[in-house]
Nanobody
Framework: QVQVVESGGGLVQPGGSLRLSCAAS????????IAWFRQAPGKERERVSC????????YYTESVKGRFTISRDNAKKTVYLQMNTLKPEDTARYYC????????????????WGQGTQVTVSS
């Protein structure tokens, strides 16, 4: 049974940090690219970051470059998203998604999804 579970969200003040975790099971995690998407109310879903199966390639949307870092621990079957210098515009529900091998910009190409974790940046 495939499971993708996000954790680590919460309420944080502008300028603060959070680390999101995505724990996966039920598929060959080591051979899957993992992405973080986010969706704010009234906005389209966007890919925030992605890491390839080998961790050799990472992608970031322009608005988070230099602030967010994606990493993976294949032994723990977990991907992390370290988010620093958070801004109110980062407020959204963050989802983890998996697809074989390589990253994709489109969420439609991801086979497995978690339920998401809410991130709220507010003073």
């Amino acid at each position: 049974q495939v499971q993708v579970v996000e954790s680590g969200g919460g309420l944080v003040q502008p300028g603060g940090s959070l680390r999101l975790s995505c724990a996966a099971s039920g598929f060959s995690f080591n051979y899957y690219a993992i992405a973080w998407f986010r969706q704010a109310p009234g906005k389209e879903r966007e890919r925030v970051s992605c890491i390839s199966s080998s961790a050799g390639t990472t992608y970031y949307t322009e608005s988070v470059k230099g602030r967010f870092t994606i990493s993976r621990d294949n032994a723990k079957k977990t991907v992390y998203l370290q988010m620093n210098t958070l801004k109110p515009e980062d407020t959204a529900r963050y989802y983890c998604a998996a697809r074989p091998t390589a990253c994709s910009a489109s969420g439609e190409n991801f086979a497995y999804w978690g339920q998401g974790t809410q991130v709220t940046v507010s003073s």
